[in-house]
């Protein structure tokens, strides 16, 4: 069975560039989730949908961050423009609606720098 | 204020040793308690997911234990193996009035297994 697939697996950009980041999801699932990583503050959630609508965006850091999710097997992190500090490991995560005890399924990240 | 703290930040020990890891938290309302592990360079894999009423959670060579009541829960493992190195997470989850959930992740034991 294919996971969580993200692309890419690596993005190195300077600032101020508009950085894309996707995701398709396991099949089937209708919960999606964005997070970050760094080493200073560990796993944030940033966004996450429940059938394709956004449900809670509160971990979302500021304006310049943008998430969409077109239809059941997609969805996009936009960062616009790019900062030094947004350099992260970015995981996207899939499960069976966004009740507590569902187990969500990890991608293996894309691993952001920002020159 | 909605917490959780996870120790030791990190351990060594011998292949064939068992361990445990310790989390507190301050998370209320409580919905449930996941424990992931993270190798490096992957995103996290889910263990264990236990809610109010259950105790102990079991898969495999990790066993979860839940104190609702203290708000503390431990991770062991049992006969650990070099497969076993890599960093541990403790996320606990809250419903919110509105019906969401929140996850409050804590920063994880980075575990090491050595021959």
């Known amino acids: 069975d294919a996971g969580v697939i993200q692309s890419p697996r690596h993005e190195v950009t300077e600032m101020g560039q508009e950085v894309t980041l996707r995701c398709k999801p396991i099949?089937?699932?209708?919960?999606l989730f964005w997070y970050r990583q760094t080493m200073m503050r560990g796993l944030e959630l940033l966004i996450y949908f429940n059938n394709n609508v956004p449900i809670d965006d509160s971990g979302m850091p500021e304006d310049r961050f943008s998430a969409k999710m077109p239809n059941a097997s997609f969805s996009t992190l936009k960062i616009q423009p790019s900062e030094p500090r947004d350099s992260a490991v970015y995981f996207c995560?899939?499960?069976?609606?966004?009740?507590?005890?569902?187990?969500?399924?990890f991608g293996d990240g894309t691993r952001l720098s920002i020159l | 204020k909605n917490q959780v703290e996870q120790s030791p930040q990190s351990l060594i020990i011998l292949e064939g040793k068992n361990c445990t890891l310790q989390?507190?938290?301050?998370?209320?309302?409580?919905?449930?308690l996941r424990w992931y592990k993270q190798d490096t360079g992957r995103g996290p894999v889910s263990l264990t997911i236990m809610t109010f009423s259950e105790n102990t959670k079991s898969n495999g060579r990790y066993t979860a234990t839940l104190d609702a009541d203290t708000k503390q829960s431990s991770l062991h493992i049992t006969a650990s193996q070099l497969s076993d190195s890599a960093s541990y997470i403790c996320v606990v989850s809250r419903r919110t009035t509105s019906g969401t959930y929140k996850y409050i992740f804590g920063t994880g034991t980075r575990l090491k297994v050595l021959a």
């Open positions: 995560a899939s499960s069976f609606f966004a009740r507590g005890d569902q187990p969500q399924h």
């Open positions: 099949s089937g699932h209708n919960s």
């Open positions: 989390c507190n938290y301050t998370v209320s309302p409580f919905s449930n």
